[in-house]
């Protein structure tokens, strides 16, 4: 089959690797990370806008290397081509391999930050920058307040300089594309600098090589045209209703 993969660059290595070694021809776009912080609508519209760019006379399938990101993905449509997205609530899903093993994990050990190559390289910082970025707020105290009022400026300063406060755990998932120890050192000097514990986790990128492989089986969401994607709330995670 001949696919078009839209992922984030967050998956940048993960991804490459599972094209290389595919048995399909997988053309790719990476789309910038962060996109789920700056809000759903824009992240569905930039995903919507690469979506409707496939030449549905050259493919078979559009990939989506995603996961629901908040709501992120939800209202997306399939136009003249199906698309397969992963049933996996954010990213940390692909990077250990379902949904079973994120959720026991997250069950036995709440309050972890996960960190992997693709954050360390391209998402230093993510939730603090990309929140400040979409306020216009990489500005002074002084020039918040002018903007927003005292009360709101020191609200606002707090919470965006605060947001690690719920965490106490820093796991380190290494897939085996490393290229040295360099990243799971910056994840150790990472924890260590926030007084957090470090663990590293065996990384499985199952989901990831069958989401360009096939088969799409019930890991998978599978959108025929005319469809739209849905959150479910459920252990499903996403479903389809027609337009």
């Known amino acids: 089959m001949r696919l078009r993969l839209i992922g984030c660059e967050i998956l940048y290595r993960e991804l490459c690797w599972a094209v290389a070694h595919s048995i399909n021809q997988v053309d790719v776009e990476?789309?910038?990370?962060?996109l789920h912080d700056l809000?759903?609508?824009?992240m569905r519209a930039r995903l919507q806008e690469a979506i409707d760019r496939t030449?549905?006379?050259r493919y078979e399938a559009v990939l989506l290397g995603y996961a629901l990101c908040g709501t992120g993905l939800a209202g997306l449509t399939a136009r003249s081509l199906p698309l397969v997205v992963p049933r996996a609530h954010d990213c940390i899903t692909l990077f250990l391999g379902s949904r079973r093993r994120y959720l026991e994990y997250f069950r036995s050990r709440p309050g972890t930050y996960?960190?992997?190559?693709g954050w360390i390289e391209r998402g230093r910082d993510l939730p603090q920058l990309s929140i400040q970025e979409k306020l216009g707020m990489r500005q002074?105290?002084?020039e918040l307040a002018a903007r927003y009022g005292e009360d709101n400026a020191r609200y606002l300063v707090e919470e965006l300089g605060g947001w690690t406060r719920h965490y106490r755990r820093l796991a380190f998932i290494e897939t085996g594309l490393e290229p040295d120890g360099r990243f799971e050192e910056a994840a150790r000097r990472e924890a260590a600098s926030r007084g957090w514990e470090f663990e590293k986790l065996a990384g499985d990128l199952g989901l990831v090589r069958r989401l360009v492989d096939g088969p799409w089986d019930e890991h998978f969401l599978q959108v025929p045209p005319g469809g739209r994607i849905v959150a479910t709330y459920d252990e499903e995670i996403v479903g389809v209703e027609p337009l």
């Open 55 to 57: 030449d549905p006379s």
């Open 39 to 42: 809000g759903a609508a824009p």
């Open 140 to 142: 002074s105290f002084e």
């Open 30 to 34: 990476f789309l910038p990370k962060g």
């Open 114 to 117: 996960f960190l992997t190559t």
